[in-house]
């Protein structure tokens, strides 16, 4: 790469870093953007994740959303150990929504499995040429430099410059092809692997940490909407005249009703445009709107489910089948059958969606606590008629995601907005919109049945799964439950039972579908694992016991092979395999961590749930003590997971403690409607686990492997709820197969 | 009105009945104290009046007259509870923080030895959807044990 490419590559960068300090001058982000001295003069960027100054800081461009995953700090500890960086001297700066970076939707658990050798070839590549520009420095060969914690040595004679130092030299050189450049043996990584603390920890204890919540804008006005309570409803009449007395107000705003399908679109509704959020909340509370709700109000929960329950129970579209089912369960000594359903789920992450779009000329800029800022960045430039490369998409930490944040719908109702008033505009979501106005997590309800032989062997497996598939939120016509859903613990189940069909049946969505953390692998697991507990109490047989055996012998599942529609989260088979000996290996290592044999002696309540899910696998168990009035608590919950490679193992324990937590709360929160509307509202009423319900302890292994790394955000999620009504079970001896389970269970008689 | 934030002398002439919260995170820029429900359902609010944990989401502002509000930014970066939060690496998204430490700082006020029953009781009313309850309980027994 020639001097001048590498320069204007620069002013690029410089060009990120005053968006940045867009921000940075209403005074929110001190402490995280320090670029040092003037960076076109003093700097070098040999690529698109690393620049450094002259200073000797090393400033590293996080691509990926930071929602508490901590991707800022396992980024920089991927770039900094090959770069061989001081870490003292590193600082993370966050980028806009830019395909230059490839993909930056942050979801899927693939932030490092998707990046890991890219970032390593960053980091290395950067090294490679402040090895070069000291080589020629020097005038020796580049085989006799080392460069080692932000200084480059010549052995011989025992010279050396710190990084820092060769910048100028650096900036005039050609850019080494990273693929040719020599990565780090594993052995001598530094940071990768390593308990590194979070890099945001200082910023978020000190109070200074910036959210979405947090952007401030010069004459910023903030947003309240007042959004359909049905899908797809409209505003029939509108009576402002109140809110527009409430001082502060500015202004109300009837935004464009949405046609299907909803996608990433507005929700529609009226907004309360005012100078303070205290009038803004107040404005909405004062409008008089009468909706008109549309053909969703026909949806109520109840006879939904009993509907989707009569699909279950019939034959559905076979996606994946071998042997012969029919004839196995006819032949069956026993024979059992259970349906599990699961309701419709609300991501709520503690901050709720909030945007700030301020419109500069022919430009508009973005502010938004989002997993997906290019996408966020199209469908604005779509909703305002502009050029994707005409928006800019700032990426603010996030208070929690679980996929909310991957619809870009309140970035699009800012940016509507300010165009409308013309001045900047911060919309804000209360609890209550997030809970009523969501891309839920969808209903599911699914059906197994399997015969077991005079043995207690499983023989046959008959598995259906129905649910409103999330490409209605793309297509108000699909129903059927896609295979991007289906691989997501359906089709790729790992049980060696020689009859197995697996079928789906179609439902409809009368609410926006999405994602939530780990998808469809929560009910998916929740059916399979609570049932295989089902198949272990029948046979008489310890149910970690009997779910290895329905695992069976280690091998390598190969479903594309078999004529089954699956993608393998996108990534090679033969790279990450369905690998049921990783699977049993996860399973024997929380049975040894939890003393699952001396306390199921001592008659202590135990649950066990293993599900591989993103490329990982995961083997949960959950202790339970139920008391005399059936209120229930976990003293101990076990996680044993095996990620491959990772970058941060404290990092992965927070996962597998705070996705453990998360699939508690699957467990036990529910979203109803009646007629079309959503009944509930906050945290009163959509129960999510708070510590009081939490597990007392949660002890977390993780597999040493030197396998590729792959996800870990959300495969610790699924394995928790079955792993909790078994252990339910264990205890009451009632089966809670239809979430949510209540807090007071009650004893089978 | 008068009042006090993080030992500064504050004057509010404006609606009495707005919750304190906008008035630090809108007027005074203190983005450390968080919305999270509106409805003191979730903690993520939680401020100090007078040295008690209250949830500013709901707290009007004629309550806070002529007394003493403390933030998170209020509260030292050496204080036991930061230097314990982080040691015990507890925030994961960080948003609910703010209001888990004043909430465990106000815990550890009234009772220097808290157990764990104690600790659950204290911090039901707070929530984190991250999920880093065990580490919170972690770090509030660390300080805890620096503070007594």
């Known amino acids: ?307 989707m329950r009569a699909t279950a129970r019939a034959p559905g579209e076979v996606t994946r089948n071998h042997g012969d089912v029919d004839t196995a369960l006819a032949e069956a000594d026993q024979r059992l059958a259970a349906e599990y359903t699961m309701p419709l789920l609300s991501q709520a992450p503690m901050e709720p969606p909030s945007a700030t779009a301020e419109i500069h000329d022919d430009t508009i800029e973005i502010w938004a606590c989002t997993q997906t800022p290019q996408s966020t960045r199209r469908t604005v430039a779509q909703a305002l008629g502009m050029e994707a490369e005409q928006v800019t998409v700032n990426v603010t930490l996030l208070g929690g995601g679980f996929g909310r944040k991957s619809k870009p719908d309140f970035s699009v109702e800012a940016a509507l907005l300010a165009r409308e008033v013309g001045t900047p505009v911060k919309v804000i979501w209360t609890r209550e919109d997030d809970i009523k106005n969501g891309y839920y997590h969808s209903v599911s309800a699914q059906r197994i049945e399997a015969g077991i032989d005079a043995d207690g062997n499983t023989t046959a497996w008959l598995h259906r799964t129905v649910f409103p598939p999330i490409p209605s939120t793309f297509d108000v016509s699909q129903t059927l439950p896609s295979h991007g859903e289906l691989r997501l613990g359906f089709s790729d189940n790992p049980f060696d039972v020689p009859n197995l069909r697996l079928e789906r049946g179609a439902a409809k969505a009368h609410v926006r579908i999405g994602w939530l953390r780990a998808v469809a692998n929560v009910y998916h697991a929740f059916a399979i694992q609570s049932f295989a507990h089902e198949l272990a109490v029948a046979a008489e047989r310890d149910p970690k016991d009997y779910l290895l055996e329905l695992i069976g012998p280690p091998r390598h599942l190969d479903l594309a092979k078999a004529g089954v529609e699956y993608d393998n989260y996108g990534d090679p088979i033969d790279v990450f395999p369905i690998d049921t000996g990783r699977l049993a290996h996860v399973i024997r290592e929380v049975a040894e961590r939890s003393d699952w044999e001396s306390k199921r002696r001592a008659g202590r309540a135990l649950g066990i749930a293993a599900h591989r899910s993103f490329l990982s696998y995961v083997a949960t168990v959950v202790e339970v003590e139920v008391d005399d009035d059936g209120n229930w608590s976990i003293p101990h919950a076990y996680v044993a997971i095996d990620a491959g490679t990772v970058v941060n193992t404290d990092h992965v324990r927070a996962q597998c403690e705070g996705g453990s937590v998360y699939g508690l709360s699957c467990a036990i929160g529910a979203i109803t409607a009646t007629d079309g509307i959503v009944d509930q509202g906050n945290f009163n009423d959509y129960l999510v686990t708070r510590m009081n319900q939490a597990p007392a302890t949660i002890d977390v292994h993780i597999v040493e492997s030197d396998a590729p790394p792959a996800g870990v955000g959300e495969p610790p999620t699924p394995p928790f709820a079955p792993a909790l009504a078994n252990a339910i079970y264990e205890a009451t001896g009632t089966r809670y197969r239809d979430l949510p389970i209540p807090l007071r269970v009650k004893r089978a008689s | 009105m008068k009042l006090t934030v993080n030992g500064t002398a504050k004057d509010y002439n404006g609606d009495p009945q707005m919750p304190i919260l906008w008035f630090l995170r809108d007027e005074l820029k203190l983005i450390g104290t968080k919305f999270g429900c509106g409805r003191a359902l979730c903690g993520a609010c939680t401020v100090h009046l007078d040295g008690q944990a209250v949830r500013a989401c709901v707290m009007p502002m004629s309550a806070a007259e002529d007394r003493a509000i403390t933030t998170i930014e209020g509260i030292e970066g050496g204080h036991p509870l930061k230097t314990a939060w982080k040691t015990h690496n507890v925030p994961q998204c960080g948003y609910c923080q703010g209001g888990q430490i004043m909430q465990a700082a106000d815990l550890l006020a009234r009772n220097t030895t808290p157990s764990d029953a104690d600790i659950d009781q204290a911090m039901a009313g707070n929530i984190c959807r991250c999920g880093t309850y065990t580490r919170i309980k972690a770090a509030i027994k660390s300080a805890a044990a620096e503070l007594s």
């Open chain 1, 1 to 307: 790469m020639s001097a001048s490419v590498d320069l204007s590559r620069r002013r690029f960068l410089v060009g990120s870093a005053q968006a940045s300090g867009l921000v940075l001058s209403v005074g929110l982000l001190a402490g995280c953007h320090p670029f040092a001295d003037d960076p076109i003069a003093g700097s070098v960027a040999p690529n698109l994740f690393v620049t450094i100054n002259r200073d000797g800081a090393v400033i590293i461009t996080c691509h990926r959303s930071e929602m508490g995953q901590q991707i800022r700090t396992s980024i920089a500890q991927i770039i900094a150990d090959e770069l061989e960086a001081d870490w003292a001297k590193v600082v993370v700066t966050q980028a806009a929504g830019d395909p230059k970076y490839g993909d930056q939707n942050t979801d899927g658990s693939r932030s490092v499995r998707r990046n890991f050798i890219r970032l390593r070839q960053a980091g290395a590549t950067a090294r490679q040429l402040l090895r070069e520009a000291a080589a020629q420095t020097w005038d020796v060969p580049i085989d006799t430099v080392e460069a080692t914690q932000h200084q480059v040595r010549h052995g011989q004679s025992g010279r050396s410059l710190g990084y820092g130092e060769l910048v100028d030299i650096a900036a005039r050189l050609p850019v080494p092809d990273p693929d040719t450049v020599p990565l780090k043996a594993r052995k001598d990584w530094r940071y990768i692997g390593k308990a590194v603390q979070s890099i945001d920890v200082d910023n978020v204890l000190a109070g200074t940490a910036v959210y979405a919540f947090d952007v401030d804008r010069p004459g910023m006005q903030v947003a309240v909407i007042a959004r359909p309570p049905v899908l797809f409803g409209r505003v029939r009449q509108l009576n402002d005249k109140a809110a527009r007395a409430i001082p502060g107000v500015t202004d109300v705003v009837r935004l464009p009703p949405l046609a299907p399908p909803a996608a990433f679109k507005a929700l529609g509704g009226v907004a309360v445009i005012a100078t303070s959020t205290w009038a803004a909340l107040r404005g909405r509370d004062a409008l008089e709107v009468e909706w008109d709700h549309g053909d969703n109000a026909g949806f109520t929960s109840g006879p939904f489910m009993r509907a």
